[in-house]
């Protein structure tokens, strides 16, 4: 049994998006630039030019405002392309600086919150992401002195909206495909903890283009996203694509994609990434995953009563009996579109043209 996937990466400007179709994406994972964070300034101010004038007169809660602007109209593309049911993801930190003479906390969670619910969105709970890093600052501001030393932001945060109530599949063939996209108990366990300490991931991006530094998060946090939050064959979008780890995620997991990146020097990074190598290495998520699981059926302490035959061994819950993990045999990269097929054998060489 073979399936495929596509994957479209759009250098388009993702104030519009408006190559997508209304009501055509299942899940939306995305980091967009953080406002009031000194490297992107000068990308938001290029789509307001009040923005730079409200910085350099030291006007920070103006320019938080108008920066928040600008993702507003993103946000408002999303709602038109998403689906009723359907889930927005959104990873995003809150800044703290000093402008005109005074320190702040701009708290972008907050003011992402506050237009999803103007949107109409459901606020689900949200998780924590809580980065490992050997740092040994603590504090910020006057060290030992009180009163004004500063707690150091040591989170981020990944809210999760839902439009209009629950996802409905009403066919045999949807609940057939959902059941086949469930995840082992124990990863349920982590994965919907409401704080994840992951670490985090490289920002130097090595490039001749515009841009030296990229926001990217871990590949495993938009991975275990998509897995929670859609099903196989579902279509995820990421309005602020960057170096492509939504999609990257959404390959591994069965999922179509969608990348919106208004940088057209990225273009060429993401291209160049699609290797031999890069499938390898993608097909052994779904491997470890595998071998996880079979590790915690030989180490779990009460009896086991359900049994997945897709990968010969027990589940601990019958909604796991149909779970099917598959991966990567080839891809096919042309221009701004990526099929990629998949076998449920895992390739030692994977095909890539």
Known sequence: MTSSTTHQLVIDDARSVASIADYSVDLVVTSPPYPMIKMWDDIYSRQNKKIRRALTNGKGSQAFELMHGVLDRVWKEVDRTLVPGGICCINIGDATRTIGGHFSLYPNHQRVQQQFLKLGYQCLPSVLWRKITNAPNKFMGSGMMPPSAYVTLEHEWILIFRKNGRRQFESDEKQLNRQASAYFWEERNVWFNDLWQLPGTTQQLNMSGRRSRSGAFPFELPYRLINMYSVKKDTVLDPFLGTGTTMFAAMVSERNSIGIEIDESLRELFLSQISAEKVLALNQYASQRLKQHEQFVREFEKPINHF??????????????????????????????????????????????
Do not use: M
């Open 308 to 353: 997945n035959a897709n990968h010969n061994f027990p589940v601990v819950t019958r909604q796991e009996t149909q779970l099917r993990l598959r991966f990567i045999e080839s891809v096919q990269a042309r221009d701004n579109q990526t099929v990629v097929n998949y076998t449920d054998e895992e390739p030692i060489i994977p095909k890539v043209s």
